[in-house]
């Protein structure tokens, strides 16, 4: 009968220890990650084909400029990113992160400029003929700025009618003039303000002043010696 026992007893298995289970829960949570990996990869795979699906579909619509996408997320955003430009096209991301963050993407042909880029980007309208008007403005005041730099300052027109009442007719007319530098006030030559000399020069002047202050000295102490005393 203990016989009988004790191999039964032999016969079951031991129950695990702890470092056992440790191991086998990391293996469970290594395979699950794994697992999740794997899903992540497909997806993004799907994701991507889809993107070159119409990517495609844009490029042979010769109607379309350009191709605005749904908000989504980084790492969306980046293959989008990389599709369009393997197929040499222009994008760029609009909106704040994880609110309404998405791509737009243009032919080359009709990529954005500057101008319209910051009114995408300031969530304004881009209105191409109100941009040309606008830096024709810019362009024109430009030029008159330039034009007056170049004449000298000068005081508006209506200058003097402003301020007529204050300071009288003719005192306002004075004021309004246009004044001008005086070019010709403490202006010297810089061939003036240049020492000519050579270093030879210098150094000869330099020897013959010493030469002269010596001398002087030489003769003022010959002087002084006979000179009778009081």
Known sequence: MTDLLGSILGSMEK??????????????????????????????????????KR?????????????AF?????????????????????SFSFGEEDIDRHIVVWKKEFAPCDAELNALRNDQEWDPEKAKLASAEKQEAKQTATKRKHQGATVPDGYHRKYEHLLGKESAKDAARATSANKSYGFVPSENK???????????????????????????SSSTAQEPAD
Do not use: Y
Not at 22 to 48: D, S, T, V, W
Not at 57 to 64: K, S
């Open 15 to 52: 129950p695990p220890v702890i470092e056992d289970k440790e191991k086998k829960r990391a293996r469970e949570q290594k395979a699950l990650f794994e697992k999740q990996q794997q899903q992540e990869r497909q997806k993004l795979n799907q994701f991507r084909t889809q993107i070159q």
């Open 70 to 90: 749904q908000p989504m997320n980084k790492v969306e955003r980046s293959i989008v990113h990389e599709v369009t430009e393997v197929a040499g096209l222009t």
């Open 55 to 67: 990517i495609a579909e844009f490029m042979n619509d010769g109607a379309l400029q350009k191709l």
């Open 194 to 220: 240049r020492d000519m000399r050579t270093i030879e020069q210098v150094m000869a002047e330099s020897r013959a002043k010493k030469k002269l202050k010596i001398d002087g000295c030489s003769e003022s």
